[in-house]
């Protein structure tokens, strides 16, 4: 027998066994990832999803929020910078 051929059929041998071996919490592990799918389906059922009459009243009044709260910060900042540039350039200028 070549050593080729003795690599080779020692590799199947090797991979059969660990199948064999490991065929177990392979299943197992199959049988649990099946489960939680089926759960998952399960509780999607039960949750009351939001019309698009629903959805699109909340995007817009989120849309909303973020602008006025982006306007707010925007003052905050020009106000803020204007006072220390304006009172550091006096004391320090």
């Known amino acids: 027998m070549s050593l080729p051929l003795i690599i080779g059929a020692s590799a199947i041998v090797i991979t ?4 064999v071996l490991w065929r177990q919490p392979i299943l197992a592990f199959t ?4 489960g ?5 389906r ?3 059922r ?5 019309t698009w009459d629903d959805l699109r009243r909340s995007t ?15 003052i905050m900042d020009w ?7 304006d009172f550091f350039g006096r004391v320090f200028g």
């Open 42 to 44: 399960g509780e999607l």
């Open 36 to 40: 939680f799918v089926r759960e998952v």
């Open 79 to 85: 106000m803020f910078s204007k006072i220390l540039i």
């Open 46 to 50: 039960k949750v009351t999803w939001p």
């Open 16 to 19: 059969v066994a660990a199948l």
């Open 60 to 74: 817009l009044i989120i849309t909303v929020i973020v602008i006025v709260i982006g306007i707010i910060i925007g």
């Open 31 to 34: 049988g649990r990832t099946r």
